[in-house]
Structures are given as C-alpha cells and as structure tokens.
C-alpha cells in the first residue's frame, strides 16, 4: 500500500495535527519507508489465530469495591487551564 | 569527604542513613553536589529542586530522630523520568505541549517513594513522551552518554540512565514500552529491569502505549534495582491491569547464584547486524555463567524477527489514541488560532515534536477505516505468535539470554534522520515487551573503545527475582561497575 500527500493531510485531519505544507514530502517518504517496512507482516500466516490486544487480558479482570473517594478539588482540576470562566473550561468559538 | 558518597550503592546509603551514622541531609547534599557539577553538561535533567530535596532529607532525619522505623530507601536520593506525575512540580514528558504543566496529584510510585522516605533529587530528561531510542526526541535539550559525551545514552529514558551512570544518584525510575528502561541502561553501563506487564500500576505514568507501558528501576547494581522494584511492584486498584501476584523479591535469594538455571539463547535471533564486540560478550558471559553451574541451551523464538513491523503497528495506534487527550483545552499549552478545530490542529500540530507527530499520523492511519485489518489486527495476531514463542522457549529454559542492543551507543545525530533505523536499534528489547515478560539488561562489559555492552535477560511472568539472581551472579563473578566514567573520575577529585 502506498502512502500520498493526500492520505496524510487526510490523516493529519483526522489526528487534528496540523502540518506545514513543507514538511509533507519528508513526511511522505518516512511514513512510505515504515509502511513498507511493516509490510513484512502480510507475508505471515495468521489464520486462526487470535489477537493480543492486552498480556494478562485473559486474567479475571481485578475490580474494586465501588465506592466514593475524596478525588482532586475544583479548583485543582481547573487550575491549569489555557483558558476558563468561572467554573468552566473555556474554548474558541465551535461555529 | 561527600565525594565517597556517590559511589556507595544505594542499599549502603540507606544503611548508613538508618544506623544514623551518616545523615539524609549529607548524602542527599553530595548528591546534589555533583548534580550541579554535572548535569548542564550531561542534560540528565528536565526540572531540578535541590531545596525540596534537602527537605525531604531533613524530614527523614527528624523521623530518625523521633524513634521512627525507616524503610531501606529512607533518605535515598532518586531521580525521576519526567513523564511520572509528581505533584505540584513540572512534568513534561520532555514535551513543548506540557511545558509548565504540574500534575495536582502524584503517580502511584511516587506516592510510594514518598512514604519510602525517598528523596526526589529531579525530573530527568527523555524523548517526548517516552517515544525514542536516543533522548534526541527531548524538546528541550538532548542528553549526553557519560561514557562519552558525543554519544546517545540511548532512551527514551536516557536521563534516568545517564544520571545513575554519572553517579548525580543512586537509583531512578524509568519507564519501558518497546525497550525505554533497557537500552539506556544498556548504552550507560546500568542495571535496568521492565518488569512484567502488570507487576507495577502505571496510574500517573503519562501514557504512550498502554497495553506495553512498565516502570522500571535503574540502579548501578542488581540488588539496588530488586530494593527499587520492591518499593513499587504489587497491585493497585488505580492500574487495573496492575496484578496481586507481583511480589517483592528476595535480596538473601539473589546471592543463590545460577546452578541448576536453565538459560536459553535464541540464536537464530542473533546473526547479520550484530556487533562482533556484543556477540563475543555475550558468547562470554554464556561461558561464564555456565562455569558457575547454568544449564545454557538452545531456544528459538520464530516470530521474534517480526516483532520491529509488529510493535511500529501497535505502539503508534495505541499513542494516537492515548495523545488525543493534548487538546489545549484542560491543561498544558495552547496555540490560539481561529475557532475550536483550528485551535486544535495548531496547538497539536506545534506542540508535538517531529518523532511524536509521525507516530500520531502511522498511527491514526493504521486504525483508519480500510488499514484496521491489514494493520492493527494483524500486528494483534502477530503478537501472539511472539507471546506463544516465548511461553514455548520458557518451557526448555528458566531465562532467556540475549544481548540488549545489536550495537553500542551510536552518535548524537547519527540515526535522527532516519526514523526506520532508530527503530531497528530495537530488535532485542521489543520482543519481551510484546510477550509482557519481564526483562533485565546488566552490565556485561566494554568495547575496545570503552563503551557499555548490555546484556539483557527475560523471564517468565512474576519471575524478576530470575532476572535479578542471573545479573547478581554476573556481577560477583566480573565486577563490571567497578569501572566509572571518565567524567565522574575526574568531577571526583
């Protein structure tokens, strides 16, 4: 599978991450060469057998009793905001 | 005097610290001593306090003095990767987008370190969230190996490493995803051990890939590192894949030597693109470990060649997911530009570095409708045939023995522009990582250049005290960390 400019403005989109148009050709050709590096991948055979998306998934997951725990306050959750108002977090414009 | 301090181990400055016959006050300040003789050069650290430090050394000597009992890392110094929560004190991860940023709550080890009596010497210096082979990928500044200052201390924790290696502290912590906390040891000349997946809560580590992602110790000797892990390992409900059968180890076991131990070496693993230098370490260390009564055997891992296309799939997939959170909205930096989605994509775009920007985009593109199945879930599938190779070659032997990197430290600059390979660095850590298993690089030589070789054994499961028995054997037998770096021999007049 080969990788285009237009495939990664589309995936830049998609990641939100803004790329200056110059760094597209670099970008192009390193995403290409990893691509086709991981490429290696296709040549295994795989049927049958099952993902690992976690070591230690097929353990009992380990729960813990639901109960209310003192967490940090207000003012400590908003304190490191860019921008706020109030109580609330503030954004630019959505619209 | 304070000079002597610095070369003791860990275990004797806590000794010394609770027979009251040296106070935290005085080793925490020989500690900081070098650091400021040091760290500029080495840029081991992100973020330094020496006044909270000698703080938290004077609190340990009022406990003293108050009749408390105090646990064997009370007045301690230790260093910390930048990308574990402290309170109240700056936590990067070596990253533009969290520059000023300060955690309102402190990640599990720290909180444990802290009721050790630990002391938080600083924040050390690493590639942006934890993403790199080099800590060339720090926004800040790179870090320098003390072994010779024009090369890579390796990474992404090459702060932890570096400052071990440099003697600014006894121990710190690193964290390991395809390698973090082995490499660097290995390029410094230190002992560092991944423990397994789930043997320590990663709640307050900043996450990168978090079906990967373990804290390490890194500490001068392997007694060191088992009291580190010791304070840290065991389940915490905050890290629910944190797990109840990770137990301390023994420090009297350690000293059991290998006989009887049945150690594996994966051979058709190793070949084209090793160094002669390693080879021959490693084929020495086998000899050496065999005269001290191991079984050596043959052991194959089939699957482990694939493991560099596999982790390149898994890891980026996991971090763009796990990086949406930067959004210059709750905290961290933003860069205003327009409305909200500009916003976005500018504060993203500028405050990620190049190497952390490239993992988002192949990672997003291999989760992207049409890619998921030719990508992610066959690097899934791939990985439990490399989990399945290991669980077959633990069955013939105890450990795994393997070198750590293919090649010593390379130069600052040598491999930045060429992403594929800094990757292929990563061939012999990456594969105990996909398995989840724990894994230990020691010490194990130099080059003819004087440069570190590492060598790295793996384990099963909850099997570190394995690991840590082969690496205390090694040490006893060929006392590697005898040797300092040329800076430190000569900052120690």
């Known amino acids: 599978m080969s990788i285009d400019a237009e495939t990664v403005r589309k995936v830049a989109l998609l990641a939100r991450l803004e790329i200056d148009p110059s760094e597209e050709p670099r970008l192009v050709r390193e995403l290409a060469s990893i691509l086709s590096y991981v490429e290696q991948l296709q040549a295994l055979d795989v049927t049958g057998i099952e993902p690992t998306s976690q070591v230690g998934g097929e353990a009992k997951p380990a729960l813990r009793e639901d109960v209310a725990k003192p967490c940090e306050t207000r003012e400590e959750a908003l304190g490191q905001a860019p921008d706020r108002d109030g109580d609330y977090f503030r954004v630019p414009q959505v619209v | 005097m304070s000079g002597a301090f610095l070369h003791e181990t860990a275990e004797s400055l806590g000794r010394l610290v609770?027979?009251?016959?040296?106070?935290?006050?005085?080793?925490?300040?020989?500690?900081?001593?070098?650091?400021?003789?040091?760290?500029?050069?080495l840029g081991t650290y992100l973020h330094r306090d020496p006044e909270s430090a000698l703080a938290m050394a004077r609190s340990v000597d009022r406990r003293r003095a108050m009749g408390e009992a105090l646990s064997p890392l009370a007045g301690v110094p230790i260093a910390l990767k930048d990308n574990l929560c402290t309170r109240g004190v700056p936590t990067t991860c070596g990253s533009r987008i969290l520059e000023g940023y300060r955690p309102p709550y402190d990640a599990h080890v720290v909180e444990r370190l802290r009721d050790a009596g630990a002391v938080f010497v600083g924040k050390t210096n690493c590639d942006e969230f934890a993403m790199g082979s080099s800590t060339e990928n720090s926004a800040y500044f790179p870090t320098r190996n003390p072994w010779d200052q024009e090369r890579v201390p390796g990474g992404s924790s090459g702060g932890s490493a570096a400052t071990v290696a440099a003697r600014e502290a006894p121990l710190?912590?690193?964290?390991?995803?395809?390698?973090?906390?082995?490499?660097?040891?290995?390029?410094?000349?230190?002992?560092?051990?991944?423990?397994?997946?789930?043997?320590?809560?990663?709640?307050?580590?900043?996450?990168?890939?978090?079906?990967?992602?373990?804290?390490?110790?890194?500490?001068?000797?392997?007694?060191?590192?088992?009291?580190?892990?010791?304070?840290?390992?065991?389940?915490?409900?905050?890290?629910?894949?944190?797990?109840?059968?990770?137990?301390?180890?023994?420090?009297?076991?350690?000293?059991?030597?290998v006989k009887g131990l049945r150690l594996g070496i994966p051979r058709g693993l190793l070949g084209e693109g090793i160094d002669p230098e390693i080879q021959a370490a490693l084929d020495g260390a086998a000899r050496e470990l065999s005269g001290e009564g191991a079984d050596v055997v043959d052991v194959t891992l089939p699957h482990a060649r694939s493991s560099i296309a596999t982790y390149y799939l898994i890891a980026p997939a996991e971090a763009s997911s796990n990086l949406a959170r930067y959004d210059g909205v709750r905290y961290g930096r933003r860069v205003k530009d327009g409305d909200l989605k500009h916003m976005y994509g500018a504060t993203r775009g500028r405050g990620f570095g190049r190497e952390v920007r490239r993992r988002i985009l192949l990672g997003t593109y291999a989760l992207s409708a049409g890619y998921y199945d030719a990508y992610y879930l066959r690097a899934m599938k791939v990985r439990t045939l490399i989990r399945r190779d290991f669980a077959d070659a633990l069955r013939v032997a105890d450990a795994i023995l393997l070198p750590t990197t293919p090649t010593p430290p390379f130069r600052i600059g040598e491999k930045i522009d060429d992403p594929l390979a800094m990757y292929l660095n990563d061939i012999f850590s990456i594969p105990a990582s996909?398995?989840?298993?724990?894994?230990?690089?020691?010490?194990?030589?130099f080059t003819r250049a004087g440069l570190p070789i590492g060598l790295q054994v793996v384990g099963r499961p909850f099997e570190e005290q394995t690991l840590l028995r082969v690496a205390r054997a090694w040490e006893a037998k060929c006392d590697a960390a005898s040797r300092v770096p040329r800076l430190v021999a000569e900052g120690a007049r």
């Open chain 2, 434 to 445: 996909l398995a989840g298993a724990p894994a230990l690089s020691f010490p194990a030589g």
């Open chain 2, 172 to 257: 710190a912590l690193g964290s390991d995803t395809g390698g973090s906390v082995r490499q660097p040891a290995a390029f410094c000349g230190v002992v560092g051990l991944k423990p397994t997946y789930g043997s320590v809560s990663r709640y307050g580590l900043v996450a990168f890939a978090s079906s990967l992602d373990q804290i390490g110790p890194i500490a001068r000797t392997a007694r060191d590192a088992a009291l580190l892990y010791n304070a840290i390992c065991g389940r915490d409900e905050r890290d629910m894949t944190s797990r109840a059968e990770a137990k301390p180890v023994s420090l009297d076991d350690l000293e059991r030597g």
């Open chain 2, 18 to 41: 609770r027979s009251g016959e040296r106070s935290a006050l005085e080793v925490t300040g020989a500690f900081l001593e070098r650091i400021a003789r040091t760290a500029d050069r």
